[in-house]
C-alpha cells in the first residue's frame, strides 16, 4: 500500500483527516470554533503542496479524449442532485455524530470575514474533489480491487470494492446518509466513465453549490 503511487493518493487525503482529528482535540480542549478558523486554511494550504508535490503520479489526470457534451452534463446533473440531498438529509439520525465543529468565517464582531469565506469556498470546490477523488475512486476502489491498482480498469470493479468504498465514503462525513448516495453517485460516474474526471466535476459542482447556499443562508453548520 505504501509504493510511490499509493502514497501519492493517500497522503494529502490523510492530512486532510489528521486537521479533522486535530480540529476535534482541540475542540475538547476548549478551543472555540473562532479560534480554530486558522486550521482550514493551513489544512487546504498544506494539501495542495502535496498534490502538487505529487503531481506526476496523477496519470489519471489526464484529459479524458472523445467525450461528448452529454456526459459532462450527466456529471453536472449528479453534483446538484448530490447537492439537494445533502441540504435535506439532515435529521439527527442521519448525522454521524449529534454536532459537528462547523466553520465559522465571522470575526469578533460577529461580520463575515470574507477572506477567509474565499479560502474555504474554493478549498470546498477546487481541492477537496480533487483529493477525495484520488483517494476514494482512483486509489481505493480500484485497490481493493488488486493492489496494482493503477492497472484496474474502473469498468471491472466489483459490488464488494464498489459497497466498501461507498459506505467508507459516508462515514467520513457526518451526514453519513448523503454521504452515502454521494459516494454511491461518484463510483457509479466512475465506473461508467471509466475517467476521474466526471466524478470529480460532480464532486466540485456538488461542494460549490452548497458552499454558496452556507454563505447565502448562513449555514455554517454545514461547514
Known amino acids: 500500500m505504501f509504493d510511490r503511487p499509493s502514497l501519492a493518493r493517500i497522503a494529502p487525503f490523510a492530512t486532510y483527516i489528521l486537521f479533522i482529528a486535530i480540529a476535534d482535540l482541540f475542540t475538547r480542549l476548549g478551543w472555540s470554533v473562532m479560534e480554530l478558523r486558522w486550521l482550514y486554511p493551513l489544512k487546504i494550504t498544506l494539501i495542495i503542496a ?31 442532485v448530490v447537492f439537494v440531498a445533502w441540504i435535506n438529509l439532515g435529521a439527527d439520525w442521519m448525522k454521524v455524530a449529534a454536532s459537528s465543529s462547523a466553520y465559522h468565517p465571522l470575526g469578533p464582531d460577529g461580520q463575515m470575514e470574507w477572506g477567509l469565506i474565499a479560502v474555504r469556498l474554493a478549498g470546498a470546490a477546487l481541492v477537496v474533489p480533487v483529493m477525495e477523488e484520488l483517494f476514494w475512486r482512483s486509489f481505493l476502489l480500484r485497490w481493493l480491487v488488486r493492489p496494482d491498482f493503477l492497472q484496474v480498469n474502473p469498468a471491472s470493479v466489483g459490488v464488494k470494492a464498489f459497497a466498501i468504498t461507498a459506505v467508507l465514503f459516508a462515514v467520513e462525513h457526518n451526514l453519513w446518509l448523503a454521504g452515502l448516495i454521494a459516494g454511491i453517485a461518484y463510483n457509479a460516474l466512475y465506473v461508467r466513465s471509466r475517467t476521474i474526471w466526471f466524478p470529480l466535476l460532480a464532486h466540485g459542482v456538488t461542494n460549490g453549490i452548497l458552499g454558496v447556499w452556507v454563505i447565502v443562508n448562513e449555514r455554517w453548520d454545514y461547514w
Open 50 to 80: 502535496l498534490l502538487w508535490f505529487w503531481r506526476r503520479e496523477y496519470v489519471e489526470l489526464a484529459w479524458p479524449p472523445g467525450r461528448n457534451a452529454r456526459s459532462w452534463i450527466i456529471a453536472v446533473a449528479v453534483g446538484i
